[in-house]
């Protein structure tokens, strides 16, 4: 079962959560839907907006919309828009408790805007893996601290914490920045994006729980 719900009586507007790492394959689809179908079952009015040029967060939307099991999962909303013209969607943040920014898999071509972006969120995550992401992401962190931006290192993908890898990574991790007090597991349920899914959808969907704690983090992080 999940934890707790939080009283979203009081909600404040135009709360921004950017998910941003400057390489592919860290989790940060992943981590946008499932914060999104929480944010919607907990009663906010939150959209994703998909930053990413595969428009992974996108096509997650379409298979849910799709899925034959579609009138039983939540409706969530999901914006396609290009890194490039942030601004357009930016506006419209106010129109929202929540809005969920997943970024592209890479800065190249991309520097100007992403600097521009990550300096006006509200709370920015930093998905990272057990393997050997930390290299290329410490100097955004470096960069975000030093800007004085609210800002933490998810860890990701972990198949066992209590493998060599994943401690030292972590350790690593917090050397240079602050991290969410959990690390999102490798797990079958997580992966069913791939049909549309969330890890809220069933409630003995494996991994719900750390997604209920991150997004209670987050809560917390952002005044939400």
Known sequence: MGLPALDTSKAAKGRTL???A?????GKSTIAMNLLVAATQHGYKARGV??????TLSNWDAYRRENPF?????PVEVVPS???DW??????NADYDISIYDFPPGVEGFQDSIYSLTGRGDYVLIPFGPGHELPHLIPWMKRLLERERKVAFCMTKVINPNYTGA?????EAVKHGPCTPVDIPMRDD?????QGFSVFDHPKFRGRDEFQILWNHVCQEIRL
């Open 70 to 74: 579609s009138k039983h999962l939540t």
């Open 167 to 171: 401690r030292v990574a972590k350790t």
């Open 22 to 26: 400057p390489k592919g394959g860290v």
């Open 82 to 84: 290009h890194i490039n």
């Open 190 to 194: 997580i992966l069913r994006s791939s």
């Open 18 to 20: 950017l998910i941003f």
């Open 50 to 55: 998909d930053l990413d040029p595969q428009r």
């Open 87 to 92: 601004r357009s969607v930016w506006e419209s």
